[in-house]
Nanobody
Framework: QVRVVESGGGLVQPGESLTLTCVAS??????????VAWYRQAPGEQRELVTG???????WYANSVKGRFSIDADIGGNTVLLKMNNLTPEDTAVYYC???????????WGQGTQVTVSS
């Protein structure tokens, strides 16, 4: 059973940076097989995909974060980082990590971590 836990959220000012960490216990990422992703959900909005892809391959990024955010997940590891630069108030949301385990063909979600960008 895979358990996903996010951390690293907080309150930052516009223009600052923040790194979110997602630890997926019970899995070891296999290259070209397992998939990881970060989603976010702002108040009153639907959950949206921010970035994601197959471990070991080039990830996809939403236009709103392209050039500012980067996802990092190593083959053989179990941690997914989301590095966020030049944050704006529009990035304020609860950020969720999702891991797809190829061994049981299931998605696993974390509980979310709040990111607030405000001056």
């Amino acid at each position: 059973q895979v358990r996903v836990v996010e951390s690293g959220g907080g309150l930052v000012q516009p223009g600052e940076s923040l790194t979110l960490t997602c630890v997926a216990s019970g899995i070891v990422f296999a290259g070209n097989r397992d998939r990881v992703a970060w989603y976010r959900q702002a108040p009153g909005e639907q959950r949206e995909l921010v970035t994601g892809g197959t471990v070991g391959n080039r990830p996809w990024y939403a236009n709103s974060v392209k050039g500012r955010f980067s996802i990092d997940a190593d083959i053989g590891g179990n941690t997914v980082l989301l590095k966020m630069n030049n944050l704006t108030p529009e990035d304020t949301a609860v950020y969720y990590c999702k891991v797809w385990d190829h061994t049981d063909d299931r998605d696993y979600w974390g509980q979310g971590t709040q990111v607030t960008v405000s001056s």
